[in-house]
């Protein structure tokens, strides 16, 4: 008889770690291309509103970027951690994701444009259950950085809580040269508001 029970056991404890993993992207949808503002600070969290919809921390105050890595769309090994002693831009977006359609030719522009200034880009792919129409969004916007494949939104729940966390679709993350957090959108971008929350970034020595 309990040889017969064991697999039920494993399947109800599979069931259980994909209902909790099922809960977490729901939470996530329910953000899903909404527009941001301060949502998500605690208390004690020291970023101050941008009137722009970009929140911004003093450099004394900067959170350290959480450990992000995993395989992009293009099957290639990724670890944020590899950009620290650059600018990092970290735009999450999914190819369903209208907001992050407008955006995208914004960013493509800033992207190469700063690349020598230090700044370098990289994307976190959510939401999209399989990678053709990731893979056809990026081609499309002839997109020059690379994006983690996080199809349950796994890697968006590394972010600590109370930190400038992405928590829409779209948002962006901009990390400063000591890999700490530095501002964040949770909304989509126009370019030149991107330049502008990068120009002080690139002035800091």
């Known amino acids: 008889m309990s040889a017969c029970r064991a697999p039920r056991r494993r399947t109800t404890r599979r069931r259980t770690a994909l209902l909790a993993v099922g809960a977490a992207a729901a939470t996530l949808a329910l953000t899903a291309c909404a527009d941001g503002g301060t949502a998500g600070g605690s208390a004690g969290t020291k ?51 209208s907001p992050c359609r407008l955006e995208m030719p914004h960013l493509v522009k800033v992207a190469n444009d ?3 200034d230090g700044v ?14 990731a893979e056809k969004f990026e081609k499309e916007f002839d997109v020059p950085y690379p994006s983690l ?30 890999g700490r957090i530095a501002a964040r959108a949770l909304k989509p971008l126009g370019e030149e508001e991107l330049r502008k929350a990068l120009a002080p970034l690139i002035a800091e020595k």
């Open 114 to 116: 700063t690349k020598a």
């Open 47 to 97: 970023f101050v509103p941008g009137t722009g919809g970009i929140d911004r921390v003093k450099k004394a105050d900067r959170q350290p970027l959480p450990g992000i890595s995993g395989t992009t769309l293009d099957g290639k090994k990724l670890d944020l951690a590899d950009y620290k002693g650059k600018i990092l831009v970290v735009n999450v977006w999914g190819s369903w994701c």
């Open 120 to 133: 370098e880009f990289a994307g976190i792919n959510t939401r999209d259950p399989n990678k053709p129409p």
């Open 149 to 178: 494949y996080d199809p349950m939104g796994k890697l968006m729940l590394r972010f600590p809580a109370g930190s400038l966390n992405p928590k829409a679709i779209p948002s962006t993350v901009i990390v400063d040269r000591d």
